[in-house]
């Protein structure tokens, strides 16, 4: 009796253990992530967006939601109306619907950066490897947990299935254990498996947010470089305009005649 209570509470203990090995303390962690990006946009936000600064970082601060992210679309929305309604020009724009537009897009593009510093950062880069070491680490204590029961249990299956196999009614309950027991070796030999499967789709998803960190990177990249090159053709264009029309008042301020 003390045998069979034995190896029924070795197996059970095996069959809960990769659930007491989660890694857990999501919501830590994200919470991490957050405050780096909202330390990111702290010490961005006055160097980007100044004279306009203050108004930027309420819009911000204002539609940050329960998981202390920003929602970039009503901030840049917020930000894009103050400038439309006061008239705000810009450094390079004195249309104030084009630099309200283009504020806006430098809002999306600076939480676009502060998500991936938040993840691809120095300290978010910490957060990933304690993530991958103790998932590695979980796997090898489940690993060694089963190497060391390995032989005991085996030794206490035999002996069961031993004691089975003599025969008689009082061993139906016996040959129910027997065959009970060999089932949960399997499950047990299955759920280590699929533990390797589930850490190694842990890793391959955090390589693959940090591709898609990289691609959000480069297209708030090009999407700056795009407006910057629009801007530039701007300022070409009237330059161009106003030496024209220099040129045409010169001309016809020198060619009448008396």
């Given amino acids: 009796m003390r045998k069979t209570t034995l190896f029924t509470l070795v197996f059970s203990s095996l ?5 007491m090995a989660q890694l857990g303390k999501v919501w830590t962690d994200f919470q991490y992530y957050s405050v780096d990006l909202q330390n990111y946009l702290r010490s961005n936000v006055n160097e980007t967006f100044r004279p306009l600064d203050i108004r930027t970082q309420g819009a911000l601060s204002n539609y940050s939601g329960e998981l202390n992210l920003p929602d970039p679309v009503s901030a840049g929305r917020q930000v894009r109306n103050d400038i439309i309604i006061n008239s705000i020009s810009g450094r390079y724009e004195n249309n104030s619907a084009v630099n309200g ?26 957060r990933v490897k304690t993530k991958l070491e103790d998932t590695e680490r979980s796997i090898e204590t489940i690993a060694q947990t089963i190497e060391d029961a ?12 031993q004691i089975a196999n003599t025969g008689g009614m009082a061993n139906v309950a016996n040959q129910t254990l027997c065959q009970s027991s060999i089932q949960q070796e399997t499950t047990v030999k299955i759920l280590q498996e699929q533990s390797k499967i589930v850490a190694e789709n842990l890793a391959q998803t955090i390589q693959t947010n940090q591709s898609i960190q990289y691609s959000n990177l480069n297209l708030a990249n090009i999407s700056q470089q795009i407006e910057e090159a629009n801007r530039a053709r701007r300022v070409d264009s009237a330059t161009e305009a106003a030496r024209l029309l220099r040129t045409a008042s010169q001309t016809d301020l020198f060619g009448r005649e008396p």
């Fill in 101 to 126: 537009a283009g504020v806006s897009n430098e809002v999306n593009r600076i939480v676009t950066r502060g998500a991936v510093v938040g993840v691809l950062g120095r300290e978010g880069q910490i």
């Fill in 15 to 19: 069959l809960i253990l990769p659930a």
């Fill in 150 to 161: 390995d032989s005991f249990l085996d030794k206490i299956k035999d002996q069961v299935c």
